[in-house]
Nanobody
Framework: QVQLAESGGGLVLPGDSLRLSCTVS????????MGWFRQAPGEEREFVGS????????YYPDSVRGRFTISKDAAKNEVYLQMSSLEPADTGVYYC??????????????????WGQGTQVTVSS
């Protein structure tokens, strides 16, 4: 059984950087795509980026483009979200998701069939 686990969250100041990791365990893993989402209290889960596993093409929404970068290390079964110039609006629980069954719109959380438990990121002065 494949499991995802996020790590690296914390409390940071505006303008700081932070790198989140998503570690995959359980068996050989080759998803269609991996995505990062965040969710603030009372809000819907918001897309912050994705990477296709084979060709490593990435997508970002306008809100984070230029500040967030997704990468992967297939040998370690890990996906990373490098975040810079963090703003209070970036606060939320960050989740990684995997598309393993069938391809779907990377911006929709409904396209992902596996999720981690999330890691809290708080940006505050």
């Amino acid at each position: 059984q494949v499991q995802l686990a996020e790590s690296g969250g914390g409390l940071v100041l505006p303008g700081d950087s932070l790198r989140l990791s998503c570690t995959v365990s359980g068996r050989t893993f080759s998803p269609i795509a991996m995505g990062w989402f965040r969710q603030a209290p009372g809000e819907e889960r918001e897309f912050v980026g994705s990477i296709f596993w084979v060709n490593e093409i990435t997508y970002y929404p306008d809100s984070v483009r230029g500040r967030f970068t997704i990468s992967k290390d297939a040998a370690k079964n890990e996906v990373y979200l490098q975040m810079s110039s963090l703003e209070p609006a970036d606060t939320g629980v960050y989740y990684c998701g995997a598309q393993t069954q069938s391809p779907g719109p990377v911006r929709s959380p409904l396209s992902y069939d596996l999720w981690g438990q999330g890691t809290q990121v708080t940006v505050s002065s």
